[in-house]
C-alpha cells in the first residue's frame, strides 16, 4: 500500500494530538508547544522511516527533517485556526 503523503499528514495530526494536550496540563508552559511537537514529529518521523516502506524518507536526516516540519506545520494549523476565527 501507498501511504507516502498520508503518513506525513499522519506525524501532523499526532503532533497536533500532543501540542493540545500539553496546553490542557496547567503546569506546562505554552511557550514549549512548537518545540514539543517539533521533537514529536521528529521521533515518528523516524519510526515512520523505519517502520512504512513507502515513507518519503529512505534515510535519517530527512526522515527528521520531514517528521520536524510535519510537527511544527500541526502548530501553524492552529495558528491558522485561531488567527481565520
Given at each position: ?19 493540545m494536550g500539553w ?10 508547544i512548537p518545540v ?47 488567527q481565520l476565527f
Amino acid at each position: 500500500m501507498d501511504f507516502g503523503i498520508t503518513s506525513v499528514v499522519g506525524i501532523t495530526v499526532i503532533a497536533y494530538l500532543v501540542g493540545m494536550g500539553w496546553k490542557a496540563v496547567d503546569t506546562l508552559n505554552d511557550k514549549y508547544i512548537p518545540v514539543v511537537c517539533g521533537v514529536i514529529g521528529a521521533v515518528l518521523g523516524v519510526i515512520a522511516m523505519m517502520t512504512m516502506p513507502d515513507f518519503p524518507a529512505k534515510d535519517v536526516i530527512n526522515a527528521v527533517a520531514i517528521g520536524i516540519v510535519s510537527g511544527l506545520a500541526s502548530t501553524g494549523a492552529n495558528q491558522v485556526g485561531k488567527q481565520l476565527f
